[in-house]
Nanobody
Framework: QVQLAESGGGLVQPGGSLRLSCAAS????????MKWYRQAPGKERELVAQ????????YYVDSVKGRFTISRDNAKNAVALQMNNLKPEDTAVYYC?????WGQGTQVTVSS
């Protein structure tokens, strides 16, 4: 079955960096768009970034452009989200998603 496992969240000060990772299994990873979503308390889940399987073309929500970078390693069935210059408003649970499936999420807290 499809499994997505996120890791790498934590507490970081404003301006800091974190790298989230997602290990995928149970499907042909190299054939599917991989996405990172986030959900802050009291807010709807939003798409943060996605990366296409063949071209590697990417999409970012405006609020993270220039700060976040999504990447994938098809040989390792993994997708990552490098987050730099983090802001308090980036605080949320971050989820890896593919084909409508979701991981359990990893908490990112940006606070001084």
């Amino acid at each position: 079955q499809v499994q997505l496992a996120e890791s790498g969240g934590g507490l970081v000060q404003p301006g800091g960096s974190l790298r989230l990772s997602c290990a995928a299994s149970g499907f042909t990873f190299s054939s599917y768009v991989m996405k990172w979503y986030r959900q802050a308390p009291g807010k709807e889940r939003e798409l943060v970034a996605q990366i296409r399987p063949i071209t590697g073309s990417t999409y970012y929500v405006d609020s993270v452009k220039g700060r976040f970078t999504i990447s994938r390693d098809n040989a390792k069935n993994a997708v990552a989200l490098q987050m730099n210059n983090l802001k308090p408003e980036d605080t949320a649970v971050y989820y890896c998603s593919a084909q409508g499936f979701w991981g359990q999420g990893t908490q990112v807290t940006v606070s001084s």
